[in-house]
C-alpha cells in the first residue's frame, strides 16, 4: 500500500495559482511559514497582517484570516489586531520595501514596545513589484533600475542590517537572518520561523526573521544562479545567524 | 477628571467628555500620538483603558495609530484614535483604505489652525479634510460635528454606533474651543444596539473559512461593482442619518448656517436679528457627511439669503451653494482662525451685506 | 438672572484656572448654564494665563465675549490686559499685592485687596487663587459660601483632599473680607 510521503501544509490552499514569479523564494517562504503554523497548530486562531509589494497575495495562498495593510503599515495593523484580540497569534509577511523601508518606524518601535507578534521580512535586495528599484538592502554597487551604475555611497549610501538592529531593541524576544539558498540552510529557516512564533505564544515579546531571497525576474538569473548570488554577495553582507534569543540558555 | 462618571452631572472639557464617552460605549482601543489641542484625550485614556484592561498605545506616529486601530477594528471590536488638523493629515491614506475595507472605527478630529503647522487655536479650517478627505478614490467618511460639551458626549455615542452599524469610519469634528471647553455634562449609559460583527470580523478559521479584509480587487470589473456597492451604502446613509438643527427658519428671510462651536454664536445673532426686526433664522448640519442638502433646498424656496458663518477662509459655503444651487443668494461671513466671530460682530456685519 | 461672566487672570502658577474651575462647578450646582473656557497653549508659558466663566439661566450665548462683567486680576499684567475689556458698571478684583492702585476708569468698580499677603497669613501663598474667588463670588452676590465649598471639594482631586479644609479657609477669608472698607 502506497503511503503519502509528501503534502501540502494545510495551511495552504491547493485550489489557487500561486502568483509568485518561477524561481521566486518567496513561495519555499510562505511554504515554511504554513508548515511551521501546522505543526504549532494554530492555523485556526491566527491572523496575518498583509503587506503590499510581491508579498501582498500571501493572503491568496493561506488559509488564515488575513488584513491587507497599507504599505509600510503591516506591523501597526498587527499591532492593533493582538491589542485588539490578545489570544489571537499575529504575523505579518512583509518584502524588505515594506519593512526595512517605509514602515521602518512600525517595526523597531513594536519591537522596542515588546508587541507579541511575529514579523517575517524578505530580503531580495531590491524592490520587486514595482520591477527591481534600488530599495533599503540593495547591496554596494549593486546595479538596479534606479542604480543604473550601481549603489554608490555618494548618491545612495549603506543598505540596512535588519536583524542585527531589531536585535538591539531590548522588547525584541527573537531576531535572527536566515538564507534559502540551499536544503540545511532551508532547515534552519524554518527553524527560525517557529521560535519567531513560539515567542509570541509565550508571551515573550517581539519575534522577528528576515530571511535573504532571491528574485530571478529583477535580478536577470537563472534561480541557480540566483541561489548562488544570495550565497556569494549577500551572505557575507547580510550574515545568517540568530542575534537575540531571549530563551537560549 | 479621573474617573469614569455616570448618573451625574459633572463639570468636564470636552476632550474629557469624548474620551469618557468612548470608554463608556465600551471602546476596546485606543491608539494615538499627542497633539495640541486633543492631548487630553490620549492622557485620560492611558489611564482608563489600562485599569480597565482594554488596548492602548502611544503610537510612534498618526500614520501608526490610524493603521492600529484598523488592525483593532478588523477584529470587530469598538476602537478609536483622536488627533489634530495637521496630524489628521497624516492619516488620510488609513481613511481611504478603511472606508475600502469597510472599517468601523472612529477618528475624533480636534481642529486647530491651518495650513501646515499653523496654530493651536481653535478653527474649523478641516471642514473639507473630513467631509472630502485627502486619501486616494471614492469614499465618504461620516462626519459629525458637535457644539457643546454635551454633544461631545452624545455624538461619540453616536459615532461608535454609525460607524459598526454602516461598516465604516465616522469622524468626530470637534474643535480647540470645545476641546479645551468645560461645561456641565451628564454621561449615560451607550443607548444605541449593539451590532454583530462576527460575520465579517477576523478571529481565526474556527468556525468559518479563511476571510482576507482586503482593498486590493486586480479585475477592473469586480471594482467597478465594489464601488457602486459602497456607494448604495453611502445612498442609504444619506437618506436616513442625516441631521441637523433649525430654528425660526420658517419664516425667515434671511438664514444663517453654521456648524460645530461656532453655531453658538451664531444662534444667539440669530435671536439679536430678530429683536431688531429683521426675520431671521438659524440652521445648523449636525452631520456634515452626509449634508443636510435636501432641507436647504427646501428652504431655498422661502428664504431669500443664506449666510454661512465660519471659523475658515470659506470652505462649509460650498455645500451651501451646492444645496441651493442658485436659488437665492450664499455668503460667507469667516473668520480665519481663532475664537469664533461674536454674536455682535455677526449681526453688524450682516447689516452691511 | 442676565447672564454674566468672568475673567480670572494672573501668573502660570497661580491657580486661575483652578479658581475659575471650582467658579464653574458652583454654577453647575446651582442648576446653571456655565461654560469654563482657558487661555491655552504657548501663553501660559511665563505669561498671563486667563479663564472665562459665563453664567446664564438659560443657554449661554457666547464663548469668549466682547465684554465682561467682573474681572480678577492677581497680577499686573492681567490688571492692564483686561482693564478696558470691563463693561461699563462692572467690576475689577486686583490683588494689590502686586497690582498698583490706580483708578484710571471712572466707570467701573473697583475692589483692590492684598491677595497675596492674605493667602500668606492663611499660611500658604497658593491659596491667592481660592482667596480671590471668595472676594469676586461675595461681590457678584451669585453664589454663597456653602455651594464654593462643595464645589471646591468636587474639583480638588482624590489625592489633594488633604488640602481642602485650607483651601475652605482661604476661601472663607476672601469671602468675608469686609467689602466696605475697601
Not at chain 3, 466707570?107 to 499677603?117: E, G, M, R, S, V
Request: hydrophobic share 40%.
Amino acid at each position: 500500500m502506497a503511503t503519502q510521503v509528501f503534502s501540502l501544509p494545510k495551511t495552504l490552499k491547493g485550489d489557487v495559482k500561486y502568483s509568485f514569479c518561477p524561481g521566486c523564494d518567496h513561495g519555499v517562504a510562505v511554504r515554511l511559514v504554513a508548515e511551521v503554523l501546522d505543526e504549532l497548530g494554530i492555523i485556526d486562531n491566527t491572523i496575518l497582517s498583509a503587506a503590499i509589494g510581491c508579498s501582498v497575495t500571501t493572503y491568496d495562498f493561506i488559509n488564515v484570516d488575513a488584513l491587507e495593510a497599507p504599505h509600510g503599515r503591516a506591523v501597526a495593523e498587527a499591532v492593533g489586531i493582538k491589542r485588539a484580540r490578545p489570544d489571537k497569534i499575529v504575523f505579518t509577511y512583509q518584502g524588505d520595501g515594506d519593512f526595512a523601508s517605509i514602515g521602518l518606524a512600525e517595526g523597531i518601535h513594536a519591537a522596542l514596545r515588546g508587541e507579541k507578534i511575529t514579523a517575517i521580512c524578505i530580503n531580495n535586495t531590491t524592490y520587486g513589484m514595482t520591477g527591481g528599484q534600488l530599495g533599503p538592502t540593495t547591496l554596494v554597487g549593486q546595479v538596479t533600475t534606479t542604480s543604473p551604475t550601481g549603489r554608490n555611497l555618494e548618491y545612495y549610501g549603506y543598505p540596512i542590517k535588519l536583524a542585527e538592529h531589531i536585535a538591539l531593541c531590548d522588547g525584541t524576544a527573537f531576531s535572527a537572518r536566515v538564507s534559502l539558498d540551499s536544503v540545511p540552510n532551508i532547515k534552519k529557516a524554518k527553524q527560525a520561523i517557529k521560535k519567531a512564533f513560539e515567542v509570541q505564544m509565550k508571551g515573550l515579546g517581539f519575534g522577528f526573521v528576515e530571511i535573504l531571497s532571491t528574485c530571478p525576474t529583477n535580478w536577470k538569473m537563472s534561480p541557480d544562479k540566483a541561489h548562488a548570488r544570495v550565497r556569494d554577495e549577500m551572505m557575507p553582507v547580510f550574515k545568517p545567524g540568530i542575534y537575540k534569543d531571549v530563551t537560549a540558555e | 477628571m479621573v474617573e469614569c462618571l455616570t448618573d451625574k452631572k459633572v463639570l468636564t472639557k470636552g476632550n474629557y467628555a469624548i474620551a469618557n464617552a468612548a470608554v463608556l460605549a465600551g471602546c476596546q482601543c485606543y491608539f494615538g500620538y499627542p497633539i495640541t489641542p486633543q492631548s487630553e484625550i490620549g492622557e485620560f485614556l492611558s489611564g482608563k483603558m489600562q485599569e480597565l484592561k482594554r488596548g492602548y498605545v502611544s503610537a510612534e506616529s498618526e500614520l501608526a495609530s490610524i493603521n492600529m486601530v484598523m488592525g483593532a477594528a478588523s477584529t470587530g471590536v469598538k476602537a478609536m484614535t483622536s488627533s489634530s488638523s495637521c496630524a489628521v493629515s497624516l492619516m488620510q491614506e488609513g481613511l481611504s483604505y478603511a472606508c475600502a475595507d469597510e472599517l468601523p472605527f472612529v477618528l475624533v478630529s480636534v481642529m486647530r489652525g491651518g495650513p501646515g503647522l499653523g496654530n493651536i487655536y481653535p478653527s474649523q479650517g478641516d471642514y473639507i479634510q473630513a467631509t472630502r478627505g485627502g486619501g486616494n478614490g471614492d469614499y465618504k467618511l461620516i462626519v459629525l460635528a458637535p457644539s457643546t460639551v454635551q454633544e461631545c458626549v452624545d455624538l461619540t455615542y453616536k459615532a461608535f454606533y454609525l460607524s459598526q452599524k454602516y461598516r465604516n469610519p465616522t469622524v468626530l469634528l470637534a474643535d480647540g474651543l470645545l476641546g479645551q471647553m468645560m461645561e456641565p455634562v451628564e454621561f449615560y449609559d451607550y443607548p444605541y444596539p449593539e451590532i454583530d460583527n462576527s460575520s465579517w470580523a477576523l478571529s481565526g478559521t474556527k468556525d468559518h473559512k479563511a476571510r482576507i479584509i482586503r482593498s486590493y480587487g486586480p479585475l477592473a470589473d469586480d471594482r467597478c461593482r465594489f464601488l457602486e456597492k459602497l456607494f448604495q451604502k453611502y445612498k442609504t446613509i444619506e437618506e436616513n442619518e442625516t441631521e441637523w438643527e433649525e430654528i425660526n427658519t420658517e419664516d425667515a428671510d434671511i438664514i444663517l448656517v453654521s456648524f460645530g462651536s461656532t453655531s453658538r454664536n451664531v444662534k444667539t445673532a440669530m435671536k439679536k436679528l430678530r429683536e431688531k426686526g429683521i426675520k431671521a433664522g438659524f440652521f445648523r448640519p449636525i452631520t456634515l457627511y452626509p449634508f443636510p442638502s435636501k432641507r436647504l433646498a427646501e428652504l431655498s424656496k422661502t428664504a431669500k439669503k443664506f449666510v454661512t458663518v465660519e471659523v475658515n477662509m470659506g470652505q462649509m459655503v460650498d455645500d451651501v451653494r451646492l444645496a441651493v444651487n442658485g436659488a437665492c443668494p450664499v455668503e460667507l461671513i469667516n473668520k480665519g482662525v481663532g475664537i469664533p466671530p461674536s454674536a455682535e460682530e455677526i449681526v453688524s456685519r450682516i447689516e452691511v451685506l | 438672572m442676565q447672564e454674566k461672566n468672568f475673567i480670572i487672570a494672573g501668573f502660570g502658577g497661580q491657580g486661575v484656572l483652578l479658581a475659575g474651575e471650582v467658579l464653574a462647578n458652583a454654577f453647575m450646582l446651582l442648576g446653571k448654564h456655565v461654560t469654563w473656557y482657558p487661555s491655552y497653549g504657548a501663553e501660559m508659558r511665563g505669561g498671563t494665563v486667563n479663564c472665562e466663566i459665563v453664567v446664564s439661566d438659560e443657554e449661554v450665548s457666547e464663548v469668549n465675549k466682547a465684554d465682561t462683567d467682573y474681572v480678577v486680576a492677581l497680577n499686573q499684567a492681567s490688571f492692564d490686559k483686561f482693564l478696558n475689556k470691563i463693561k461699563k458698571g462692572g467690576m475689577i478684583i486686583a490683588n494689590s499685592t502686586l497690582v498698583k492702585e490706580i483708578k484710571s476708569r471712572a466707570d467701573i468698580n473697583y475692589l483692590f485687596a492684598p491677595i497675596t499677603k492674605l493667602a500668606e497669613e492663611v499660611g500658604n501663598i497658593k491659596m491667592a487663587n481660592i482667596l480671590a474667588l471668595g472676594l469676586v463670588a461675595k461681590a457678584s452676590k451669585l453664589v454663597n459660601l456653602e455651594v464654593l465649598e462643595k464645589a471646591l471639594d468636587n474639583v480638588i482631586p482624590p489625592h489633594r483632599k488633604n488640602l481642602l479644609p485650607l483651601n475652605i479657609q482661604a476661601l472663607k477669608i476672601g469671602y468675608e473680607y469686609d467689602l466696605l472698607h475697601v
